[in-house]
């Protein structure tokens, strides 16, 4: 399985991106995918998760504001809306066999990271 996250950029407060993330290889509906994200010295946390069945799971700081959606031909989306200045990280998306879980550890295939930063 490869991932290959894009979309990242430079965004003022209160803008808006959308990243992707392109699977290839042996990936399939069925598979949980997720999007995390790394600030330099603190460990990688989770931003939200899709399961096989299409239900989606969020970190509190993103509900409301973020929504992840994959589509039928293996690409993986994450919408952010009202960006806050906190987002800015690296993200990263992943991808698990079923069951979800949402430690990132339990996530076997990642993407190379996307760099959002957003402007106070």
């Known amino acids: 399985v490869q991932l290959q996250a894009s979309g990242g950029g430079l965004v003022q407060a209160g803008g808006s991106l959308r990243l992707s993330c392109a699977a290839s290889?042996?990936?399939?509906?069925?598979?949980?995918m997720g999007w995390y994200r790394q600030i330099p010295g603190k460990e990688r946390e989770l931003v939200a998760l899709?399961?096989?069945?299409?239900?989606t799971n969020y970190a509190d700081s993103v509900k409301g504001r973020f929504t992840i959606s994959r589509d039928d031909k293996k690409t993986l989306y994450l919408q952010m809306n009202s960006l806050k200045p906190e987002d800015t990280a690296v993200y990263y998306c992943?991808?698990?066999?079923?069951?979800?879980?949402?430690?990132?550890?339990?996530?076997?295939?990642w993407g190379q990271g996307t760099l959002v930063t957003v402007s106070s």
């Open positions: 992943a991808a698990k066999e079923p069951p979800l879980r949402r430690a990132w550890v339990d996530y076997d295939w």
């Open positions: 290889g042996h990936i399939f509906i069925w598979t949980v």
């Open positions: 899709i399961n096989n069945d299409g239900s």
